[in-house]
C-alpha cells in the first residue's frame, strides 16, 4: 500500500501501460485520476477501478490539462503522484514525414507533456514524485522514427532539466522507457497494415535479449517504484524496461 491516500493522477491512463499502472496504483491504495481521448476506454477504466475517476482530454491542448488539474483540486485538492505517460506514435521515413505527421507526434509526445507537467506543477508540492514515459526509440536510430524520436529525446532531455529546476523544492522527477510492449500502440500507426506491424513486432523481437515483447504491467512495476517512497533518493534518471535490448547491445 505504497499510495494509499496519495493523490495520484495519470495522464493517458485509458490504455496499455498507462492503464495498467493506474490500475496498480489504486490497489496499492492510490486516488487514481486518470485521462485520455477515448470516452469509452475512459469509462471503462473508471469501472474497473474503484474510486477513480476520469476525464476526456487532450494533452495537445495546455489548457485542457488545466481544466482537468482543476477539477483534481477540487476533488482531493492536490496531485502527490504525476504519472505522464500519453503518448502517439508514428513511423514514417524522412522523405516521407509530412509536416501535419511532425506537428502531431510533436504536440502530444513533447509539447503536450512539458505543459501538462507545468499545469499539474500548481497543485504539487514537497514530496511529490512525477514519472514520465520516454521510450529507447529516443536512445538508437531506428529506420522511419525520425519523428517519434525526436519527439521523445526532447521529452528525455527536457524532463533531466526540469528534474533539476525541482530537486531544491523535494519534488522528484524520473523517466520510464520502455522497448518494446505489447499494447494497442503498435496498432496504432498511420499507414502501417497489419502485416507491416505483425513484420515489425518479429524484428523488434529477433533484437532483444529477453526474445520476447514486454507488457504493459512490468512498465507499471517500473513507474511505481519510482513514484514511491522506495525511490526516495532517486531523481533525473532514466530506467530502461527494455528487455535489455538497449544496455546488452
Ligand atoms: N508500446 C510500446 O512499445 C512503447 C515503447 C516505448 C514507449 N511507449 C510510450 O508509452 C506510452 C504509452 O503507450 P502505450 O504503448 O501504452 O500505448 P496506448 O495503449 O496507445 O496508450 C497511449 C495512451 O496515451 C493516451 N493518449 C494518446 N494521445 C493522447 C492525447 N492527445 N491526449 C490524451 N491522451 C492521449 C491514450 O489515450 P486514448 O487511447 O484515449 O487515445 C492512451 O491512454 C506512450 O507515451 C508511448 O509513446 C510505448
Redesign the pocket.
Known amino acids: 500500500m505504497r499510495f494509499k491516500d496519495k493523490v495520484v493522477l495519470v495522464?493517458?491512463?485509458?490504455?496499455?501501460?498507462?492503464?495498467a499502472a493506474a490500475q496498480a496504483f489504486a490497489a496499492e491504495g492510490g486516488k487514481v485520476h486518470l485521462?485520455?481521448?477515448?470516452q469509452a476506454?475512459?469509462d471503462a477504466a473508471v469501472a474497473g477501478i474503484p474510486g477513480s475517476r476520469g476525464y476526456r482530454?487532450?494533452?495537445?491542448d495546455p489548457a485542457a490539462t488545466g481544466a482537468v488539474v482543476a477539477d483534481v483540486e477540487d476533488a482531493d485538492g492536490r496531485i502527490d503522484v504525476l504519472y505522464i505517460?500519453?503518448?502517439?506514435?508514428g513511423f514514417a521515413p524522412l522523405r516521407a514525414i509530412t509536416e501535419e505527421a511532425w506537428d502531431h507526434v510533436h504536440a502530444?509526445?513533447l509539447k503536450?507533456c512539458v505543459f501538462a507537467l507545468q499545469k499539474a506543477l500548481r497543485i504539487m508540492g514537497k514530496g511529490g514524485s512525477i514519472v514520465v514515459?520516454?521510450?529507447?526509440?529516443a536512445h538508437g536510430a531506428l529506420a522511419g522514427n525520425g519523428a517519434y524520436a525526436a519527439a521523445?529525446g526532447g521529452l528525455y532531455m527536457a524532463m533531466k532539466v526540469f528534474a533539476k529546476e525541482l530537486v531544491g523544492e523535494g519534488i522528484r522527477l524520473n523517466m520510464v522507457?520502455?522497448?518494446?510492449?505489447d499494447?494497442?500502440?503498435?496498432h496504432?500507426n498511420p499507414g502501417m497494415s497489419e502485416e507491416d506491424v505483425a513484420r515489425l513486432k518479429d524484428m523488434m523481437i529477433a533484437n532483444i535479449p529477453m526474445h520476447r515483447m514486454g507488457e504493459?504491467e512490468e512498465v507499471a512495476k517500473a513507474v511505481l517504484f519510482l513514484a514511491s517512497d522506495d525511490a526516495s533518493f532517486i531523481t533525473g534518471a532514466n530506467l530502461f524496461v527494455d528487455g535489455g535490448l538497449l544496455e546488452l547491445r
Open positions: 495522464l493517458g491512463g485509458n490504455s496499455g501501460m498507462g492503464l485521462t485520455g481521448r477515448d476506454t475512459i482530454s487532450d494533452i495537445a505517460n500519453a503518448g502517439v506514435g502530444i509526445n503536450g514515459t520516454g521510450s529507447i526509440g521523445k522507457s520502455p522497448g518494446p510492449i499494447t494497442p500502440l503498435l496504432r504493459s
